[in-house]
């Protein structure tokens, strides 16, 4: 049985992640602009982002890759957040409308771009939902669900692509990379 497995692997994690030390840096970079709450509410990007490492989520609330990807997230999110190296995660929507992508960031507990931005992201990463691919195209480098995780100049730090790797991808990601910890 596969969740025994991944539990059992994210208490190794934070465990691990305990041991390590943090590191911030001084700069801010830029993020999607604006960044909502899950209610729909801008925030100010640099308040809502101090301290912590963030990354963009490409998924979908219809997409069942990504519904069972979610769990073994948030573990990860929590043992990173108990382990002193807080991650948040902005919501970058596939699902089929407005409400359904607030919703969904809402019960994700993640920042989300607005949904009428959110192809923009897509194709700037090239990741997106093989349901979009006849308003997005084919060039991209994966589908949902995925994380790009961001350094604190804005820039693409890491790829965590869980649609091919599934839980494993979360080993991808830089969490004592001193560039990816935003001021």
Aim: proline content about 7%.
């Amino acid at each position: 049985m596969l969740l025994p497995r991944v539990f059992a692997s994210s208490l190794a994690l934070a465990a691990s992640l305990r041991s390590q030390t943090v590191v911030t840096c001084s700069a801010m970079g830029s993020l999607p602009s604006p960044v909502l709450d899950g209610k729909g509410a801008v925030l100010n990007a640099a308040e809502a982002l101090a301290g912590k490492r963030v990354a963009l989520y490409f998924s979908a609330g219809w997409c069942p890759q990504c519904t069972n990807f979610e769990p073994s997230l948030k573990m990860f999110l929590q043992a990173s957040e108990d382990s002193g190296k807080p991650i948040t995660i902005i919501y970058v929507p596939s699902d089929r409308n407005q409400a359904a992508a607030q919703a969904r960031a809402q019960s994700l507990n993640a920042l989300q771009v607005p949904y009428e931005q959110a192809d923009d992201l897509k194709k700037q990463y090239k990741v997106w939902a093989g349901s979009e691919a006849l308003r997005l195209g084919l060039g991209r480098r994966s589908g949902v669900p995925a994380l790009v995780v961001l350094g604190s100049d804005g820039e693409e730090l890491a790829f965590v692509p869980a649609e091919s790797q599934g839980v494993r991808a979360l080993q991808e990601w830089p969490l004592d990379d001193s560039r990816g910890v935003w001021p």
